[in-house]
């Protein structure tokens, strides 16, 4: 049990990631909010929701061990509620998308760590965020077609603007020896 231990590299490594993408989270709003009158009339709005999810998968991607996806997303959503419209109900966003994403790579065992990995990691992130705005934003007074036009849109954003970007960056990030002391490069994919 002692290599799933997290070391004090790892958690500096994963606060900052967390942090950093706070403030992005805060950047990424302003595209969101001129996306998203755009795309609500068509119910696609959550085609821009993807990169919300990406400080699970990549502080997790990069450290293989429990309990990363949860602490790093939580804490990004913490910073973004500090700076963003959002408030600190962001916070809660962040728990159930850090789990979503846990979920994913605790049921590989922390052992799996691929492309295809990100990808479902990402859709279950977004599985439980759009659930939790279901209920917040009472989506059950919205018809069936589009509450799964909304739910299908944020799993496309999921896909292609959280595990795609993270995989690129993740194995750009590789090659420039600065994840030389972290399991993504000593570590099996």
């Not at 490594?13 to 993408?21: E, K, M, Y």
């Not at 709005?45 to 061990?65: E, H, Q, V």
């Not at 279950?124 to 849109?153: E, G, M, R, W």
Request: proline content about 3%; charged content about 10%; aromatic content about 16%.
């Amino acid at each position: 049990m002692l290599k799933n231990k997290i070391n004090i590299f790892e958690m500096v490594l994963a606060s900052v990631l967390a942090v950093t993408l706070g403030v992005a989270f805060w950047g990424w709003t302003f595209v969101y909010e001129v996306m998203s009158p755009f795309l609500s009339g068509l119910g696609l709005k959550y085609l821009s929701s993807g990169p919300w999810l990406m400080a699970a998968t990549i502080a997790a991607y990069i450290i293989r061990k429990p309990g990363i996806a949860l602490m790093s997303e939580t804490i990004a959503s913490v910073v973004e509620g500090f700076i963003a419209s959002w408030g600190l109900m962001s916070g809660s966003w962040g728990i159930v998308q850090g789990l979503g994403a846990e979920l994913v790579f605790a049921g590989f065992r922390y052992k799996k760590w691929n492309l295809w990995t990100l990808i479902l990691a990402s859709m279950v992130s977004a599985t439980f965020s759009y659930c939790l705005d279901y209920f917040y934003y009472n989506y059950k007074t919205l018809p069936n077609h589009l509450n799964s036009l909304q739910l299908i849109s944020f799993l496309v954003s999921a896909i292609f603007l959280c595990a795609f970007p993270t995989y690129i960056l993740c194995q750009r990030l590789k090659k420039t020896g600065l994840l030389n002391n972290f399991l993504i490069v000593r570590g099996k994919e």
